[in-house]
């Protein structure tokens, strides 16, 4: 598979692992579509990458499938990665022992799971009528799961349930679009240097980093885009979730 005159759709593209992955993709020579918020900087970091911004709500049908098209028009759509996702604690019990806010479970399985579900779906339509280069191959899909959908911590029972079910959903697509001749895979990422974690004191940071066994670091979000990469190049990765986490497993807390 080559990234060289491919169109590429990013989402959560504006920020993060998205951002690292489409300037990644970009210098490989794919033509990058970011998808993110009307809010963020994916106009001015398309206008740099010489992309297309598509400004969507991941979990929007029409606005996807707007997006979507407005990748294929720029270069033939073979690479989709889905970085768009949101991390807010949400126990159980609150404090007091009330039942928690389902509103709040639902808003950040909706986002991390149907958003991404919805932009396989949508990319894949266009994805699946491809001329296929040689070999057979249409296109690439890949996911972003979390370690969390492993080893899910107290205050992550909607993360975890989100990024597990992205990491469960993984196999039974790819098998679905293996007849279109499109790979799917995700990568769950451990304790990443992203813009969340960049609000935490440096003390913190290291802290965090000091847990992974090794390397005894914070991941950066190039190393996370050089996966999407290999995942790209390298056809024979289909239906896997791969960790990207120095080997971390994470305490309860």
Do not use: W
């Not at 066994?213 to 999407?228: F, H, M, N, Q």
């Amino acid at each position: 598979m080559q990234i060289q005159g491919s169109g590429a759709l990013v989402t959560g593209g504006a920020s993060g692992l998205g951002l690292a992955t489409a300037r990644r993709l970009a210098a490989a020579g794919a033509t990058v579509t970011i998808i993110d918020l009307p809010s963020s900087k994916g106009a001015e970091i398309a206008e740099e990458l010489g992309g297309v911004f598509a400004p969507a709500d991941v979990t929007n049908p029409d606005e996807v499938a707007a997006a979507v098209a407005a990748a294929q028009a720029a270069a033939p759509l073979r690479i989709v990665v889905n970085c768009a996702g949101i991390a807010p604690p949400a126990k159980v019990l609150d404090r007091d022992g009330n039942p928690a806010d389902l509103a709040g479970f639902e808003r950040i399985v909706r986002i991390n799971l149907v958003g991404t579900f919805n932009v396989i779906s949508q990319a894949s339509a266009v994805i699946s009528k491809n001329e296929p280069l040689d070999g057979g191959d249409r296109g690439v899909i890949v996911n972003t799961a979390s370690v969390a959908a492993f080893d899910g911590q107290i205050g992550q029972p909607a993360y975890s349930a989100s990024k597990g079910g992205v990491h469960a959903m993984t196999l039974p697509i790819a098998r679905e679009l293996a007849r279109y001749g499109i790979r799917v895979c995700t990568i769950a990422p451990g304790i990443m240097e992203t813009p969340m974690l960049a609000g935490l004191p440096q003390a913190a940071q290291d802290s965090l980093g000091e847990q992974v066994p090794y390397p005894a670091r914070l991941g950066r979000p190039d190393e996370y885009a050089s996966l999407v990469q290999q995942i790209v190049e390298n056809g024979y990765l289909n239906g896997e979730t791969i960790r990207l986490d120095g080997a971390i497993r994470m305490a309860p807390k």
